[in-house]
């Protein structure tokens, strides 16, 4: 969730949503995301929307935006979402707590903000629930209220098993802590656990890189996530870069490191069924389906400071402010600072743009003559795999991972 949030038009103040949004509603999944904007430190990489204790301030009329009102603010915009979706049917298939760190919570806040969930809307049979985690946030009991409050799927933050990249990176966690979590979560019922991986940090080596995926692999989670470093400007390691303290790390190297983690995930049993994400084959329940439905265009409410919504077509965002967040549901008005209603032509586009990311890829019917022309030439360029292309779908091959940005430009036109 980019700390910037884009124009749009205004969102009405009860939060009502178009008749078009509501006609199509029951065909497509729904998920929630409820964001949690606390984190203890700043990590010098990070330009998503959270603030430390240091940076909230209370809205006016004394209205907080303090973590020890958080759960009960936040569910104030669930009960919103259950009088805009109205008669909406649907129970809710995924939930995701996201941040921020969630687990700076008491995990009875993050059971509250679930159970309102649960209590407006009803959860699917095998829902998925995940939270998010910091390493250091957590202990054994902490997990167990977790398990006991109806979460089943957990994912840490480990980015690097190397203390020099993890200083970097201004991670406060301590290099072996992630994979002690992922033993903990296991004995307190949790099927599905993630790391998360961070490569081409500004000063990491190969056998850097190395070491985190055995460190990952050895850990035994169902679920690993590795994403290339991206220096977003405004952010504390932008600025080191800048002063050159520390080097930017080029393309070919996040290729490099791209590839030894194909091999190595890979070679240990797990497949990719998304770019930057893989699991263990023969459970679909090992992916994480919230984030199927980002990349597959179902429907999800995003409560919270700055989170994000998609129903129907509709797209809006929050306010960022926790405090301006806390003051709006306080008045009784929707959060939303802004909306946009896609077109058929831009939900096209953002079909291609993330289906071709994922492992089953897309189907060419959707591309236009010149995106169906330049197709054709990323078969024959080994950037989409051959078989798959004659059955009329589009799936990247392994170079064409490493050039899917490219490649999805070409495709999109």
């Not at 998010?132 to 109806?150: F, I, K, M, Q, T």
């Not at 957990?154 to 033993?183: N, Y």
Request: hydrophobic share 35%.
């Amino acid at each position: 969730m980019p700390s910037a949030l884009p124009d749009g038009e205004p969102v009405p103040e009860d939060g009502s949503l178009p008749p078009s949004a509501r006609e199509e509603r029951t065909s497509r999944p729904l998920g929630f995301y409820l964001h949690v904007p606390f984190c203890a430190t700043r990590c010098g990489y990070c330009d998503f929307n959270t603030y430390t204790a240091t940076e909230l301030r209370s809205g006016k009329d004394g209205v907080p935006a303090s973590r020890e009102s958080y759960a009960a603010t936040l569910t104030e915009e669930i009960r919103l979402a259950r009088k805009v979706l109205g008669d909406d049917p649907r129970r809710v298939e995924t939930v995701f707590v996201g941040g921020g760190t969630p687990t700076l919570l008491p995990p009875a806040d993050l059971g509250r903000m679930l159970r309102a969930v649960r209590e407006e809307f009803g959860l699917a049979e095998n829902a998925e629930v995940t939270t998010e985690a910091n390493p250091e946030s957590v202990d054994p009991a902490y997990l167990a209220e977790l398990r006991e409050a109806g979460f089943n799927r957990i994912s840490f933050g480990m980015q690097s098993a190397r203390p020099h990249v993890l200083k970097i990176l201004d991670r406060t966690h301590t290099p072996g802590r992630p994979e002690a979590c992922v033993a903990e979560a296991r004995a307190a019922g949790f099927r599905h656990v993630n790391l998360d991986l961070i490569y081409g940090t500004p000063g990491e080596s190969d056998e850097d890189w190395s070491a985190s995926l055995d460190a990952a692999l050895g850990a035994g989670p169902d679920h690993l996530s590795a994403y290339a470093l991206i220096v977003e400007e405004g952010t504390q390691l932008a600025r080191r870069i800048r002063r050159g303290e520390v080097p930017m790390t080029d393309d070919d190297a996040h290729a490099d490191r791209y590839l030894m983690a194909e091999e190595r995930l890979s070679a240990a049993g797990m497949e990719w069924y998304e770019v930057s994400n893989w699991a263990t084959p023969g459970d679909e329940s090992a992916r994480c389906r919230h984030n199927e439905l980002y990349w597959t265009g179902a429907d999800w409410w995003g409560a919270g400071p700055g989170a994000h919504s998609h129903v129907g077509g509709v797209r809006w965002w929050n306010v960022k402010h926790p405090a301006a967040y806390a003051q709006a549901l306080a008045e009784g008005r929707s959060p939303g600072a802004g909306r946009e209603l896609l077109s058929p032509e831009d939900r096209r586009v953002e079909r291609i743009l993330l289906e071709l990311r994922l492992a089953r890829g897309c189907p060419l019917s959707l591309l236009a003559p010149e995106g169906a022309r330049a197709a054709r030439q990323a078969r024959d360029d080994g950037l989409l795999e051959p078989g798959h292309y004659e059955e009329g779908r589009a799936v990247l091959t392994l170079r064409g991972r490493l050039l899917a940005d490219a490649v999805v430009r070409d495709l999109v036109d």
